[in-house]
C-alpha cells in the first residue's frame, strides 16, 4: 500500500524482502515484486521495483551537514546543550523543517547548562 513503512531484510533478483515497521501489521514480512512498466509511446520495458528509499540519523552525525529538508522528533525533551539549535540550523530555510511535538504540551524546552558558558 503507499505510504507503508518498512525494514529491507534482503533483496533478491526479482523480489525485495521487508519487515513492515508501522502500523496493524507491524512485524509482518512480505515479498514486493519487481513490477514491469512499459510507455505507451515504445516496445521498451522496464521491471521496477515500487520502492523510495529513506534513511534516518541522530543530531550529532548531522553535525556539520546540509540538509534541504530536516523533520524532527521532539516528542522528548532534547537532552544535551545545544542539541536544538544543531538540529534546527541543519536547513537554511525554516519552511525545509517539519516537527513531531509532544501531545502533553507545545513547547520543547532547550537545555542550556550555564556553566558551559
Request: net charge positive.
Amino acid at each position: 500500500m503507499n505510504g507503508t513503512r518498512c525494514i529491507i531484510r534482503s533483496c533478491n533478483r526479482n523480489t525485495v524482502e521487508v519487515e513492515i515497521a508501522v502500523g496493524a501489521h507491524t512485524g509482518e514480512i512480505h515479498l514486493v515484486p519487481r513490477i514491469p512498466l512499459q510507455p505507451s509511446d515504445t516496445t521498451f520495458q522496464r521491471r521496477l521495483l515500487p520502492l523510495k528509499g529513506c534513511f534516518a540519523m541522530t543530531i550529532n552525525k548531522a553535525q556539520r551537514q546540509t540538509l534541504h529538508s530536516i523533520g524532527l522528533d521532539l516528542q522528548q525533551p532534547v537532552f544535551c546543550h545545544g542539541m536544538l539549535y544543531v538540529a534546527l540550523s541543519r536547513s537554511g530555510k525554516r519552511d525545509n523543517v517539519a516537527y513531531l511535538d509532544s501531545p502533553q504540551s507545545s513547547i520543547t524546552r532547550n537545555v542550556v547548562y550555564k556553566e558551559m558558558l
